[in-house]
């Protein structure tokens, strides 16, 4: 049953794996165990022990693994509140890739689909990364509005630097060309705020990655996507997907 009190089940992105996650309801909950196995089958590789075995922890690091299992484990835990807990939350909602996670709660996307997508969408990175030269960083300390203002400026200017999120009030991420890194730093610093590197291996969710998002509506045209059992808040603009 929902709650009823505006409950939300929030679902994290890569940076929250770790090895050894969801080994507790994958050992004792029948549902969460058969997601595993389920997403297992669909990538045709072990996802259990890439998530638990401690042998595999520099692996799970890896962007695509790290993708692969953190929406596994999320889905999994999902499942042992719904099914056996009875809980429904009133709104779905996920940070970056945790979206996937979000639509499979919601029943929008099924699991396998769930990993087709998923896995073409790490080919299709992979493949673009050596010619997008781009990293990401975190400019702190300045409202969104002023750095959006400076990566306009710097746009004028030749430069690729675009917005990637709206983190919170005071921190913007930023993704663009790894020749423009230098002139971005020296314009936030200007302003007043500091821009930190983000230890990613390219500049995702921007312009710069249009190539892989042109390939990427081609599979997403191969997938059935159903109506929602709850609300999912998009990433894109914080506002419930359309039925």
Not at 131 to 143: D, R
Not at 181 to 191: G, L, Q
């Amino acid at each position: 049953m929902k709650s009823g009190h505006g409950l939300a089940f929030l679902f994290p992105g890569v940076g929250s794996e770790y090895s050894g996650m969801g080994r507790y309801v994958f050992d004792n909950f029948p549902c969460a165990r058969a997601v595993f196995e389920q997403a297992s089958a669909a990538a045709e590789r072990d996802i259990a022990k890439l998530c638990f075995d401690a042998d595999e922890a520099d692996r799970l690091g890896d962007l695509a693994n790290a993708k692969l299992a953190v929406v596994t484990a999320s889905v999994a835990a999902s499942r042992v509140v719904i099914e056996d807990f009875g809980i429904e939350p009133d709104y779905c909602a996920g940070h970056s890739v945790g979206e996937y996670s979000a639509l499979c709660c919601a029943g929008v996307l099924g699991l396998d689909d769930a990993v087709k997508l998923l896995q073409a969408r790490a080919g299709l990175i992979e493949a673009l990364l050596s010619s997008a030269a781009g990293t990401m960083a975190w400019a702190i300390n300045l409202p969104n509005e002023k750095v959006e203002a400076i990566a306009a400026t710097l746009q004028e200017q030749g430069h690729r630097v675009y917005l990637s999120a709206f983190d919170c009030p005071d921190q913007t991420s930023l993704s663009c060309s790894k020749e423009s890194f230098a002139a971005t730093a020296a314009a936030v610093e200007e302003a007043g705020g500091i821009l930190v590197p983000i230890n990613a291996p390219g500049p995702f969710h921007c312009p710069l990655m249009q190539v892989a998002s042109e390939r990427y509506r081609e599979v997403l045209a191969q997938c059935e996507f159903g109506k929602a059992d709850f609300p999912v808040l998009a990433n894109y603009d914080a506002r419930p997907y359309p039925e």
